[in-house]
């Protein structure tokens, strides 16, 4: 696609309740990123995937977090037992060839998440 | 510790005049380093970047940004403000070891009529 495609834009769950984000990266771009933005706040590092390197999952803020790349293209982001401080905009960026350049990462609209 | 410092939360211009946003950066060696600007409700988009070469790069919507290796600064700049700028500004930097990009805090920037 032209860009990085996200959805849903906007989600409301209960909490308590899984959710799937899904980030569809510029095609051919092997890097993805996922963040985190709380409202009108800084970006929070979630997780990083590269080709078919062992992601790096450092940034995830508990084991109710999780992310999947499948075929080096299309990503879920995963948060089971949602609480409300998971309420934020989940922002997936993608970048080419690698990992070590001045490649600029573009982002997606976001997913808008609020956990009630 | 890597870090970026934009040191003012919000910058208030008036509508014409020339505006300035602050960022500096403690990294090792010879980063990269990017603006990107995100508007009310939107992801961020990406503004301009500095690899090597010419110290002032230029970017979109007429934003440009010194390179200063010295003072460790990549201040962004625009020569007339509009009130379409108005918008949260973020400076990037990446060590060329890694694949992280360092994020500053973000700064609000407002433009008055």
């Known amino acids: 696609g032209a860009g990085v495609s996200q959805s849903p834009s906007n989600k409301v769950t209960e909490k308590g309740k899984d959710v799937e984000l899904r980030c569809d990266p510029i095609?051919?771009?092997?890097?993805l990123y996922w963040y985190r933005q709380s409202l009108g706040q800084g970006l929070e590092f979630l997780i990083y995937?590269?080709?078919?390197?062992?992601?790096?999952k450092s940034g995830l803020p508990s084991d109710r977090f999780s992310a999947e790349r499948t075929g080096g293209s299309v990503s879920t982001l995963t948060i089971q037992r949602t609480q409300q401080e998971d309420s934020a905009v989940y922002l997936c960026?993608?970048?080419?060839?690698?990992?070590?350049?001045?490649?600029?990462?573009?982002f997606g609209e976001g997913s808008w998440l609020t956990v009630v | 510790a890597q870090s970026v410092a934009q040191p003012e939360d919000q910058v208030n211009v008036a509508e014409g005049n020339p505006l300035t946003v602050k960022c500096t950066y403690s990294?090792?060696?010879?980063?990269?380093l990017f603006w990107y600007v995100q508007y009310p409700n939107r992801g961020l988009q990406f503004l301009l970047k500095?690899?090597?070469?010419d110290n002032l790069v230029k970017g979109s919507y007429g934003f440009e940004a010194e390179f200063n290796k010295s003072q460790t600064s990549f201040h962004l700049k625009k020569p007339s403000a509009l009130v379409s700028d108005s918008a949260l500004y973020f400076c990037?930097?990446?060590?060329?070891?890694?694949?992280?990009?360092?994020w500053g805090a973000g700064t609000k920037l407002i433009i008055k009529p």
């Open positions: 960026a993608s970048s080419s060839p690698g990992p070590r350049s001045g490649n600029t990462i573009y």
């Open positions: 095609s051919g771009h092997t890097a």
């Open positions: 995937f590269q080709g078919n390197s062992a992601p790096d």
């Open positions: 990294v090792s060696g010879n980063p990269y």
């Open positions: 500095y690899i090597t070469g």
């Open positions: 990037a930097v990446r060590d060329k070891s890694n694949y992280q990009l360092i």
